[in-house]
Every structure is written in C-alpha cells, then in structure tokens.
C-alpha cells in the first residue's frame, strides 16, 4: 500500500488531491462500509503525507481536507441556531398495545389510501442511544453541525463534529445536492468506551459512567481537540431540509441514499407490514441488543411512505406517522436499605443489597449481590445512599454506582440520621462461629461446614437441584423446615424420611409427602457424574464432575484415588510435553487433562474430612447408588490402586526402547492391569521396565534396589494370575 499515487507524484495540487481522495475512501470504507481495507497505522501514515505537503505548501490547505478536522474552538462558547425544518423528537410506547394504538391511527389517518386488508408498510430501525444533531451540507461540504436544543434552535457544535471521522467533511458522489441536512445520532461503541474508561483508569482520571455520557461529553467540549480524542461514531436516520434534489420516496429509499451519498448508516433495518411484523422485529433486537456494538434503547417504527408523512401529521412536536418502542429501562435509582449477610453452600459470607424496591430491566427487583467487601470498598457504597441499580438484558442485577453527591457531609445530622458504613462480621452471623479471610481470597467463611445450618441448607438445595440428584419439589422453604425441625442434617437423611415425620411439617399435604417421597426415591439411582456435582465439593462443577465420572469406576475407587501421585505423573508428563512440542514430537496423552490442581486439592481437602468421607459412605448405605459416569480414562491415571488387576496397587517406570511395545502401550497395558505408570524412579518405585539404551532411570533403580524387569517379565506379570513379584529378573 503506497501513500503515494504514481500518478500524482510530481504535481502537489494533484498530489494533495488524491491522498484526501484516499483518506476519505479509507474513512468510508471503516465508518460507513464496515470494512476497513488498511490498518489504522496506513491511515496515520497517509494523513502524515498529507500534512507533510500541506506543510510545505500552505496554500493547497482547503477546509475539507482531512488535516482541517481540529480547529480552532467557538470563541464564545456554542452560538445558538435555528434548525430550518424543526428536529422532531419521537412519541415513545412501552407495551404491545401502544404499538397497536400507534398502527390504527395510522390507518385512520390514511383513509382511504388504504385498502381494509392491505397492512402499512414501516421500516424498523434501532433507537440509539446517543445525541440527535443535523448536519448540514452546502454543495456537499459540511458546513454546520447542530444539537437538537429545543427542537427549534440548537447549539453550533460544527466544530467538534468535523473531528468525528465518521462524518463526512464532503459528501460522496457526482449527484451531490445543493443543500442537505441529515438527521442522526453521535454516539460511542461500547468497545472504544471501555477502552476510553481503560485509558482514563490508568491515568488516574474519573471514569464515564456509560457511552452516552461519555459521547454527551466529548459533543459539549469547548475545545475540538478534546472532541477529537473521544471516540464518537455518528449514524443518518433522517432529512431535515434538502434543495436540488428529489426527495426520496420512502424511507427505507432515504436511508439508502444517505449511504451513497457517504453517510454512516445503521445496518439492523427491515422493511416491515403490520403491526405483528413490528413487535417481531422489537423481540429479536431485545434479544440481540447485549451483542450490538452501541447500546440502543428501543427500536423505531416509521411508515415507510413519506409521501403520506404530511398526511398523518403530528402531535405536538412528534410525529404520528413514526413511534420509539423502548425497552425497560437498564437503570434505575433507588436506595440502598441495608447490606446484609448470605451464607453459601462453602461457607463464603456475600454481602446482598436490600433495596427499595425498583422497576428495572422489566422487573422489580429489591436485593442484588455485592460479591464481596473489597467490591463494596471499590464502590464506595454506603447503606443509606441513593444507588444506580442496573439490569440489563437477563443478567442478574447490579448496584452499578452510589450518587455520592447526593450524600450530606459526613458530620452533618442528616448523615447520622441515615447513612453509616457496612462492617463486614468477623462471625458467621447464622451460627456464631468464627469468619476468615483466607490469604489470596476476596470472601470471608464460615469456618463451620456442615455444622453451620445455613451451609448445611445451602447444601441439601445444591444437592437437590435438577442438574445434581433432580430431587423435584425439594425447595428452599421446604429445606428451611426440614433442617430446623432436625430431620435432615445430610444428604443421606433424605433418603430415610418417611411420611409420617413429613406430616408434621407446616403445608404437607399427604399428597406432597407422598410426592416428596417419590421424588427422593426417584433419585436413588443417578449417574456418578451427577453425584459427584451434587456433594458440592468446591471447584467440582458439572464438566469437572463428569470427567471424574469418566475415569473412576465408582466412588469407593474415588475415594481411593492416590492424588500425590497422579499429581506429580500430570506434572511430569506436562513437563514431558512441553519437551516434544517444539520437535514436533507425539505429544503424550495429559491424565484427567482439564482437572488442575486446585481442583485436585480441594478434591483432597474434600475427601480427607472424616465428616464428608463419613457422609458419602451413608449415602451408599441409605441405597444410592450411583451408575458409573463414563469409560474408564485411556491414560488410567485415575485407576486407584485398590483397583483389580493382577497389577493392582504396583507403580512401574518404563525405560529404553522395548522390543514389541512402544512405551505409552506398554503403560497402556500396566494401567488395563490395574498398576500405575509414572515418569521418574523413586523409592516408591515397585519395578522400572526397561529396553535397549535404557539410561539414568535405569542408573537410579539400580541404586534404589527397584527390582529390574524386561518386556517379556512385564508380560507374563501381566498374564500371570499369580501374585505379582514372582517373575522378577534382570535384563
Ligand atoms: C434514534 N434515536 O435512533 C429517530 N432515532 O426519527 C431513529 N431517532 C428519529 N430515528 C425522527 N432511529 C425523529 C427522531
């Protein structure tokens, strides 16, 4: 890509011309076709040439050239003008019916234009969520830039337009109009608002509160050179005056002129009939909005033919032949009562916001998590303050911010009166016992496990739940009665309930009881995996619960499980590959390859507590029983040593070059037989296997006194019913 055209090198008008040619393409090509044709750093380049020339030859500078984009700020702040067609703001509809209501008196209106069954043709585009201007172009040059103000003046902010790249400084084309003014929206992508909020975090600077802000902002700067480094994108949805050109028919024809003529357009619009059409398409964008690259916050209907436009008219300064159909609002203000303490299922202390109860996100909702103290702190969130509460799309809500300033000084009576700071207990305030903060974690814990009623709770309903035991009917209040009234302390009561102790518990029917109870036996029989999920080991979740499931046969071999071991095999054979990878040597198989070590501790931690050990042994006895998970694991690591096998409970090191077998197949056939293979000779060590060229592994068992067999020993070992150890030979 060269920055200088063949053609024009000797000439400098020339020259100039066609690098702004080239600099405009490029911009058109991001910012109106999406598909940009060269890396950001070609454009600098190319604008550098041009500022180079210009440079040398002031006299070649014209307005429009793409080095004039920053100039000089208004010296009196933003002069008002008038918008000659007024810019009309929008009725807005929040519900179904309105969008109907909206339909017949559009059809009203038209009459007779209208056959009874022929629907109204609208077009659908998104309602973003930014800052209406026009934007006015004279022989194709943009000439003003103005807010929509009152709707009848506006603020001249031409200046920090010319600095947004997505706006055309001249339109495209040979059929240019002699005036134009375009209707749209400036507004940020999310993506360059996180990045703006990165860079503004890392200087030390206050952060946006969201795009619009941000973009409401950069628009209001005095100084252009601000404007200019705030990432604004602008996108046409409408035509305020046009002279020396016909106006297009219909709506849908507008928006597509606006394109060709240079004009950034969003690309989410449909041409639609009747009234069913256009809730289907404000369905599919709500569903769609979180995966959009700006934030809208509705969509909007317009009657597709303009000419009828007149005809409808208007009600007070909005139009009746268009509508904004809003989602629920993402955001909302209430107050933050009180903070107070959940316990989980680990014993973890979550802060929850009680709120006043608030709409948002098409729900009321009155608590949201507050994750942790630290999340508090970051926040500065106190219990008394007038809170942001935010829910967007499904997402669980959030208290997105305080209204700080809505805060009365700290030594005034009225901050007494209602505003004190959240202590985070130093004891589980469901049991009493002790609260810790462990080194590298953000959540305090219940040091009690199960003995702490609200984890023993929080467990029963973990147990319960339709991806764990699927124990229906099994809810919260239902578990809150069970554990008060003593007749489940762990999951293995559960299988010991009987109607009679159901029937003294607070609205249990004899036809719930005798539902409960078909549900719990229905349970009886779940798969390892599910099992597994269910006992609420930390960092055991259904993926980790099913690659368990996989290499286990059951739980007792589970439990069995060498963990060292396998621990230290997973770590050689990781440092094994690691070796081979760069040669392009096979790789070796990764025993329980997703499973890493914190898994593998907490694993351990899990089943070295008598308690848990004691629990799962009465589920079994109480007659679940669970149905293995899976295959066994080719690599076997996971086969513990009590399983079966004539090699069972030996761990073997394999060395040298075998004369049948390739080394991972004769660990293949050492772990089929119930033995384990790992990758160094220790104490540990029962045999090494070796073959030809076998080296310091060989060295080393020789020292230790590791018995010593070749292939042909492993093999009969392997075949032999016999005890192992009798076949025992040196190469
Ligand atoms: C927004 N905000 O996206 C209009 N708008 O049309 C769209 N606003 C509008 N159209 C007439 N897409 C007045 C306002």
């Given amino acids: 890509m060269s920055a200088q055209p063949p053609t024009a090198q000797g000439d400098p008008a020339a020259r100039a011309a066609a690098l702004r040619e080239q600099l405009a393409r490029y911009n058109h090509e991001y910012y109106v076709l999406d598909a940009p044709s060269v890396p950001d750093a070609v454009f600098d380049q190319v604008l550098r040439a041009l500022q180079d020339l210009e440079a040398a030859h002031p006299e070649l500078i014209t307005p429009d050239s793409p080095t004039q984009r920053v100039g000089a700020a208004p010296a009196a702040g933003f002069a008002s003008v008038p918008h000659a067609v007024p810019m009309l703001s929008l009725s807005n509809a929040f519900s179904d019916d309105e969008v109907l209501g909206f339909d017949r008196r559009v059809r009203e209106a038209l009459g007779p234009l209208l056959a009874d069954d022929e629907p109204v043709a609208y077009t659908a585009e998104l309602k973003y969520d930014g800052l209406a201007v026009s934007l006015r172009y004279e022989r194709g040059v943009l000439a003003l830039a103005a807010t929509r103000g009152d709707g009848a003046s506006g603020e001249n902010v031409t200046a920090n337009l010319r600095t947004v790249r997505a706006v055309p400084l001249r339109l495209r084309g040979s059929a240019v109009p002699e005036l134009l003014e375009v209707r749209g929206e400036v507004l940020m992508y999310k993506a360059d608002f996180e990045r703006l909020n990165l860079g503004q975090r890392q200087a030390g600077e206050r952060e946006f509160v969201n795009p619009r802000n941000a973009a409401a902002g950069a628009l209001r700067q005095l100084d252009p050179a601000v404007t200019a480094r705030r990432p604004l994108r602008f996108l046409a949805y409408g035509l305020g005056e046009l002279r020396g050109a016909p106006e297009p028919a219909t709506h849908a024809e507008l928006l597509d002129w606006l394109r060709e003529l240079g004009l950034p357009v969003g690309a989410e619009r449909e041409l639609l009939h009747g009234p ?404 160094s000779v220790s104490r540990k060590t029962r045999f090494l296997v070796a073959g030809e060229a076998a080296g310091s592994k060989l060295a080393r068992a020789v020292e230790l006194g590791v018995p010593v067999l070749d292939e042909a020993a492993l093999l009969a070992m392997i075949e032999s019913p016999q005890a192992p150890g009798a076949s025992e030979s040196s190469p």
């Fill in 276 to 679: 069913q059409a256009l809730l289907g398409f404000y369905r599919r964008m709500q569903a769609r909005r979180a995966e959009l690259p700006y934030d809208i916050d509705g969509v909007v209907y317009k009657v597709n033919r303009r000419e009828w436009h007149e005809r409808i008219g208007y009600v007070a300064r909005a139009p009746r032949f268009a509508l904004a159909h809003k989602f629920p609002a993402e955001e909302a203000v209430t107050e933050l009562l009180d903070i107070e303490i959940q316990v989980g299922r680990t014993g973890s202390l979550t802060p929850v916001a009680r709120l006043r109860p608030v709409f948002v996100g098409g729900t009321t909702v009155s608590n949201a998590t507050l994750h942790n103290e630290d999340e508090i702190r970051r926040k500065d969130l106190l219990i008394g303050d007038a809170v942001v509460v935010r829910r967007a799309g499904d997402v669980i809500p959030e208290v997105a911010r305080a209204l700080v300033e809505q805060r009365p000084p700290a030594d005034s009576p009225s901050f007494a009166a209602r505003w004190r700071r959240f202590v985070m207990p130093t004891q589980c305030p469901v049991c009493g016992s002790a609260a810790v903060r462990e080194e590298g974690e953000a959540a305090w814990r219940c040091v009690a496990g199960l003995s702490c009623p609200a984890q023993r709770k929080q467990a029963l309903l973990h147990f319960a739940q339709r991806r764990a035991m699927d124990i229906e009917g099994l809810g919260e209040k239902l578990v809150d009665q069970l554990v008060e009234a003593g007749l489940v302390q762990s999951p293995a009561d559960l299988y010991r309930l009987d109607a009679a102790q159901l029937a003294g518990l607070d609205r249990m029917g004899e036809k719930s009881a005798g539902n409960l109870l078909a549900a719990i036996e229905a349970s009886r029989r779940p798969t390892l995996a599910r099992l597994l999920f269910a006992l609420g080991i930390r960092h055991v979740g259904e993926e980790v619960a099913r690659q368990l499931a996989g290499a286990y046969p059951d739980l007792p071999a589970l439990m069995a499980a060498p963990w060292p071991e396998i621990q230290a095999r997973k770590a050689e054979i990781q440092k094994e590959n690691a070796r081979r990878r760069p040669r392009g040597e096979p790789l070796l198989p990764v025993p329980l390859e997703g499973i890493g070590p914190e898994i593998i501790d907490s694993l351990q931690r899990f089943l070295a507590e008598p308690h848990n050990r004691e629990a799962i042994a009465q589920l079994l006895a109480a007659g679940v029983e669970p149905q293995p998970g899976g295959q066994f694991a080719q690599d076997g690591a996971a086969i513990p040593a009590a399983a079966a096998g004539p090699l069972a409970g030996l761990s073997f090191v394999i060395t040298g070059t075998l004369p049948t077998l390739a080394r991972e197949a004769a660990a293949e056939r050492i772990r089929a037989a119930g033995g384990t293979v790992s990758g």
